[in-house]
């Protein structure tokens, strides 16, 4: 069966450090990948899409990167983090090619700048 | 872009029925509507998806009319454990990442 993994379950970092969000999947090949931010009490807000390696969209502009350096590996990064970027991250995979296959969430990354 | 609707927030008791209806007016053809469960501090659960008329799962019934503006997510006799928040998806995970929209969701609470 798949699995998806995300970690730390929990980050509290200062303003202007680094950050690096790690997800994978397994049990599957050539997934999409999301990354989204939710904030306390709102909805999901879509950050960052692949749908291979190497291969990033974005549509919303942000202090915030990703990369996909393998198949299934997913990786949320920002150089110098800001107080807006509190919030709690997750990654979601789903089948590629197969037009309106449902999401599936790992647990998240509650993140809290200080 | 299908932008959806939802109530913020349902009440009801342990042993009803829920629905909960999302308005999707600007659904697009190539459109399914797929309906999440979120428990505080963990990531969505997918429930149901469906393109038209009716769906059944072991959880839960998904409605959707004809003209597919709408659509009612159906609970049957809920208990404690279905108090979380519901989140409609209208959209095409194959097309551009700008039409993966998750609107505020409904949170819905059940009492004793």
């Known amino acids: 069966s798949q699995t998806i993994h995300q970690w730390p379950a929990t980050l509290v970092q200062p303003v202007g450090s680094p950050l690096s969000l790690e997800c994978t999947v397994e049990?599957?090949?050539?997934?999409?990948l999301y990354w989204y931010r939710q904030a306390a009490g709102r909805g999901l807000q879509l950050l960052f899409y692949?749908?291979?390696?190497?291969?990033i969209s974005s549509e919303v502009p942000q202090n915030l990167s990703a990369s996909r350096p393998q198949d299934r590996q997913f990786i949320l990064s920002s150089k110098k983090l800001l107080l807006s970027d509190s919030g709690f991250y997750l990654c979601?995979?789903?089948?590629?090619?197969?037009?309106?296959?449902?999401?599936?969430f790992g647990d998240g990354t509650r993140l809290s700048i200080l | 872009l299908a932008k959806t609707t939802q109530p913020i927030s349902m009440d009801s008791y342990e042993g009803q029925e829920v629905n909960i209806t999302c308005s999707h007016n600007?659904?697009?053809?190539?459109?399914?509507i797929t309906w999440y469960q979120q428990f505080p501090s963990q990531g969505p659960r997918f429930i149901i998806q469906?393109?038209?008329t009716k769906v059944t799962n072991e959880v839960a019934s998904l409605f959707i009319p004809a003209d597919r503006k709408s659509s009612t997510l159906s609970l049957p006799r809920v208990s404690l454990s279905d108090t979380a928040v519901y989140y409609c998806?209208?959209?095409?995970?194959?097309?551009?990442?700008?039409?993966?929209?998750f609107g505020s969701g409904t949170r819905l609470s059940i009492r004793p």
């Open positions: 600007n659904i697009a053809t190539n459109d399914y």
């Open positions: 979601a995979w789903s089948v590629r090619g197969d037009r309106n296959q449902p999401q599936h």
């Open positions: 049990g599957t090949s050539n997934p999409n």
């Open positions: 469906g393109y038209k």
């Open positions: 998806l209208v959209g095409d995970t194959y097309s551009s990442a700008s039409k993966i929209i």
């Open positions: 692949s749908v291979g390696i190497g291969q």
